[in-house]
């Protein structure tokens, strides 16, 4: 499994795959998922805090978000 293959998958999909690697005794597939999903909960808190931030903003402006 490359990286790449492994990102295209959905997170719970990732998630097994790490499980199942590691049941298999295959480290090199555990750290490619483990980075995978470090990734996916930078972005998403990137995201968050991008969010919560416009919220803010239009609460002092008083705008609809």
Do not use: F, H, Y
């Amino acid at each position: 499994w490359t990286k790449e293959k492994i990102a295209g998958l959905t997170t719970p999909d990732v998630r097994q795959l790490r499980v199942n690697a590691e049941r298999l005794n295959a480290p090199e597939i555990m750290e490619r998922c483990d980075a995978v999903l470090s990734e996916r909960r930078k972005a998403a808190g990137a995201k968050s805090r991008a969010l919560r931030a416009e919220q803010k903003k239009s609460l002092a402006t008083g705008e609809a978000v």
